[in-house]
């Protein structure tokens, strides 16, 4: 089984119940979030052996990620526990208490977490070491580079290290705050040093200046593939031979968008890792993230095997015509008599 490790922070979420305002809440729910943990979970969905490396602290918060990620198939064997720094912890405020016209918006309490302490050091821990020796891919992110010197810097070590074999993947998951007193060229440069970039491209305005598909790869000539997520519109595989390919979002009656960005990129890595084609591989970004738009929470449970077997053949007619609902696929129009899924 191809085994797949994702590096990066996880904090402790809290979360009011729905509609209720933050300073109202008498309850919070408690969750896990993080970036590289969710694609994780995801890749292991998609049959990968699937590890997470990072630091906790030594508290409920701490066995709460660890038991949580082990519950949904994520191995969790070189994770750090650090007796004296606390877990990072988020806060999700509802849209209609700060921001009544857009969505919800977070409250950070990372400063000073177990994650931020990661640093090169981590590399020499000999779990780490043999796991990451024996990985088909390694998916890192910027928002690990953003949390400390020595977060950046243990990217930067795990970049340069030779590949024997090994595909490192890059998701930008560009965050403002971060990288407010950071220099944005230290990001661009560490995204071209991976073998896969992937960036939305409302994440690449911010992040490298430009939304221009030639200027991108032009920016990072160095990765094998470079994947712009379009939002709701498509995304597109960018080659360092000049290569291009496009596959259009599917329709999705959406109920939330936190975590599709993370499940498309476990979707996409998987049939890269697979041996899928461009196009293969961003259809099952495509379905992975629909599945998730259509739940709240992280993550969204994927089709069967037989099914997302068969929406992976379907003609281009009839992914355009696919919608997905409640986590369910269907046809739309005039094809709806002419085929039943998959």
Not at 149 to 174: K, M, Q, Y
Request: overall charge negative.
């Amino acid at each position: 089984m191809l085994k797949a490790v994702c590096l990066g922070e996880t904090m402790a979420m809290l979360t009011p119940g729905r509609h209720t305002p933050l300073h109202l809440a008498e309850e919070l729910h408690l969750g896990i979030g993080g970036a590289e943990s969710n694609v994780a979970m995801g890749l292991a969905d998609m049959g990968l052996d699937a590890h997470w490396i990072g630091r906790v602290g030594h508290d409920g918060f701490g066995r709460r990620i660890l038991e949580e990620l082990r519950a949904h198939g994520v191995k969790t064997d070189a994770v750090e526990v650090d007796h004296k720094r606390p877990t990072g912890l988020y806060v999700k405020v509802p849209a209609q208490e700060e921001n009544p016209d857009g969505g919800s918006s977070v409250l950070y309490y990372r400063q000073g977490s177990a994650a931020s302490a990661m640093g090169p050091a981590l590399l020499e821990n000999p779990d780490v070491a043999k796991l990451l020796a024996g990985a088909s891919l390694i998916h890192i992110s910027g928002i690990t580079a953003a949390l400390s010197s020595g977060c950046h810097e243990l990217l930067l070590a795990i970049l340069a290290a030779p590949r024997e074999g090994r595909t490192i993947s890059f998701d930008v998951n560009w965050r403002a705050a971060l990288w407010a007193d950071r220099d944005r060229a230290a990001l661009r440069d560490l995204a071209n040093q991976a073998d896969i970039v992937l960036v939305g491209k409302d994440e690449a305005g911010p992040a490298f200046g430009t939304t221009d598909e030639g200027e991108l790869r032009r920016l990072l000539p160095d990765p094998a593939v470079v994947v712009v997520k379009n939002e709701a519109t498509s995304a597109i595989t960018l080659g360092r031979d000049g290569s291009r390919d496009e596959v259009p979002a599917l329709s999705v009656d959406v109920v939330e968008p936190v975590g599709a960005g993370d499940s498309f990129a476990a979707g996409y890595l998987s049939g890269y890792l697979f041996g899928l084609d461009q196009k293969a591989s961003l259809r099952r970004g495509h379905i992975a993230a629909a599945c998730t738009l259509t739940v709240r929470g992280d993550r969204g449970p994927l089709p069967d095997a037989e099914t997302l077997a068969g929406i992976l053949r379907c003609s281009d007619q009839e992914w355009a015509a696919l919608h997905v609902a409640a986590g369910q696929f269907s046809y739309l129009g005039s094809i709806q008599s002419e085929r039943e899924m998959p």
